[in-house]
């Protein structure tokens, strides 16, 4: 399935350039298209504080077909009224005509700072200079220019039969999806049953995306998309699955592993659920803990604020503790052992050898059912701290 070097999905096309929505001269202006209309899927935020760009997008993708996505980086315009909405409106509507599409055929995202208004003369003036078509390809530009306090671009691509899928990912900080995740684009050659694509996008957004969590904080722009233009032919609706499913872990775990001043990624593995619903529900309460993300940054061996976490889940009442077993990589440390100690003593000692390495895995399994999830998330940081108390200023 895999490809060592697998190239762009043939017909999509990418522009990049900076607008001057941050002051640092970055790009922070993107135009993902297909140069032919696409079978579209796509999950968003529920935050009840949504921007515009989520609005509009939403509208768009209700007929299953688009042709593509502006994204604006470091400006959220969220919570701008009436005035973000007719600037959010305008610029897609300009950048559509820029690439031969009607308006409700493209997609805009935008995240960044909450509150503030979009630099409308700048942004005119660059969406103006658009020369049709793009360049194909350039994927690894759109990666980097839709971060915002990323530190580093986040692209996987794989070959999947004839076709080939790439996606692109940004997101380390207001992190707890809803049905999507921060910004998120798939684009592929592959020609599927629009039905099934959907169907396919939403199991494995549920499996990935929506298991990953960094501070607990729902995004107002959440969106996760997937373009499907068809170019290299039908494709095994299994094999396209997990493909994407690849590429999505990926971006998980570096999106977890890059979360805001963190230093670590967390995996909480829980098994013997009563269903996965609960499994999920307990690995968020555990990854979400900040007692844990201390811990796991200091590597500290306190085991206990696992079990603390677990019993937080109060109305899970098939949760019995003299039947749970809590582990830290291969090292079980509850139920207790008994012994003296010294026991004790070597027990902390392998958890805290665990927890000096890059990739923390905690392992719940509740003896209930046979249920299971994983989440991904990352310690908590004086980095956390100190980017999030000066992120305007």
Same mark, same amino acid.
């Given at each position: 399935?895999?490809?060592?070097?697998?190239?762009?999905?043939?017909?999509?096309?990418?522009?990049?350039?900076?607008?001057?929505?941050?002051?640092?001269?970055?790009?922070?202006? !993107?135009?993902?298209?297909?140069?032919?209309?696409?079978?579209?899927?796509?999950?968003?935020?529920?935050?009840?504080?949504?921007?515009?760009?989520?609005?509009?997008?939403?509208?768009?993708?209700?007929?299953?077909?688009?042709?593509?996505?502006?994204?604006?980086?470091?400006?959220?315009?969220?919570?701008?009224?009436?005035?973000?909405?007719?600037?959010?409106?305008?610029?897609?509507?300009?950048?559509?005509?820029?690439?031969?599409?009607?308006?409700?055929?493209?997609?805009?995202?935008?995240?960044?700072?909450?509150?503030?208004?979009?630099?409308?003369?700048?942004?005119?003036?660059?969406?103006? !200079?658009?020369?049709?078509?793009?360049?194909?390809?350039?994927?690894?530009? @759109?990666?980097?220019?839709?971060?915002?306090?990323?530190?580093?671009?986040?692209?996987?691509?794989?070959?999947?039969?004839?076709?080939?899928?790439?996606?692109?990912?940004?997101?380390?900080?207001?992190?707890?999806?809803?049905?999507?995740?921060?910004?998120?684009?798939?684009?592929?050659?592959?020609?599927?049953?629009? @039905?099934?694509?959907?169907?396919?996008?939403?199991?494995?957004?549920?499996?990935?995306?929506?298991?990953?969590?960094?501070?607990?904080?729902?995004?107002?722009?959440?969106?996760?998309?997937?373009?499907?233009?068809?170019?290299?032919?039908?494709?095994?609706?299994?094999?396209?699955?997990?493909?994407?499913?690849?590429?999505?872990?990926?971006?998980?775990?570096?999106? @977890?592993?890059?979360?805001?001043?963190?230093?670590?990624?967390?995996?909480?593995?829980?098994?013997?659920?009563?269903?996965?619903?609960?499994?999920?529900?307990?690995?968020?309460?555990?990854?979400?803990?900040?007692?844990?993300?201390?811990?796991?940054?200091?590597?500290?061996?306190?085991?206990?604020?696992?079990?603390?976490?677990?019993?937080?889940?109060?109305?899970?009442?098939?949760?019995?503790?003299?039947?749970?077993?809590?582990?830290?990589?291969?090292?079980?440390?509850?139920?207790?052992?008994?012994?003296?100690?010294?026991?004790?003593?070597?027990?902390?000692?392998?958890?805290?050898?665990?927890?000096?390495?890059?990739?923390?895995?905690?392992?719940?399994?509740?003896?209930?059912?046979?249920?299971?999830?994983?989440?991904?998330?990352?310690?908590?940081?004086?980095?956390?701290?100190?980017?999030?108390?000066?992120?305007?200023?």
């Amino acid at each position: 399935m895999s490809d060592s070097a697998p190239q762009s999905p043939r017909g999509f096309v990418v522009h990049t350039a900076p607008v001057g929505l941050a002051d640092d001269g970055r790009d922070d202006f !993107t135009v993902l298209a297909s140069t032919v209309p696409a079978a579209v899927s796509a999950v968003f935020t529920r935050s009840r504080f949504a921007g515009p760009s989520v609005r509009l997008s939403r509208e768009a993708v209700a007929d299953g077909r688009a042709r593509g996505v502006v994204v604006l980086a470091r400006n959220a315009n969220v919570a701008t009224g009436r005035e973000g909405e007719d600037n959010a409106r305008e610029v897609r509507a300009a950048v559509a005509a820029a690439v031969g599409a009607a308006e409700d055929e493209l997609l805009i995202a935008s995240t960044g700072v909450i509150g503030r208004q979009y630099p409308m003369p700048a942004i005119r003036e660059h969406v103006g !200079t658009l020369a049709w078509p793009f360049p194909e390809g350039g994927f690894d530009r @759109a990666a980097r220019a839709i971060m915002t306090t990323d530190t580093r671009p986040k692209e996987v691509r794989v070959r999947v039969g004839g076709a080939t899928l790439v996606g692109i990912a940004k997101g380390v900080g207001m992190m707890e999806p809803d049905m999507a995740t921060l910004l998120t684009f798939f684009a592929t050659d592959a020609r599927l049953d629009p @039905a099934e694509q959907d169907r396919i996008f939403r199991r494995v957004m549920d499996r990935t995306f929506n298991a990953v969590s960094i501070d607990t904080d729902t995004s107002t722009s959440d969106t996760a998309v997937l373009f499907a233009n068809g170019l290299a032919g039908d494709v095994d609706p299994e094999e396209f699955e997990r493909a994407l499913d690849e590429v999505a872990l990926a971006l998980v775990k570096e999106i @977890a592993s890059d979360g805001e001043g963190a230093t670590k990624l967390i995996e909480v593995r829980v098994t013997g659920a009563r269903d996965t619903a609960q499994a999920k529900r307990v690995g968020k309460t555990v990854v979400n803990s900040p007692l844990v993300k201390t811990a796991v940054h200091g590597c500290d061996p306190n085991w206990g604020r696992v079990a603390m976490a677990i019993g937080k889940c109060s109305e899970d009442t098939d949760i019995d503790q003299e039947k749970v077993a809590i582990r830290f990589g291969e090292v079980e440390v509850y139920p207790p052992r008994g012994g003296d100690d010294l026991d004790e003593d070597a027990l902390r000692a392998a958890v805290a050898e665990h927890l000096k390495g890059d990739e923390v895995v905690i392992g719940i399994d509740l003896a209930v059912a046979d249920g299971a999830f994983t989440v991904y998330g990352c310690d908590l940081t004086e980095g956390y701290v100190r980017l999030n108390s000066e992120y305007t200023t």
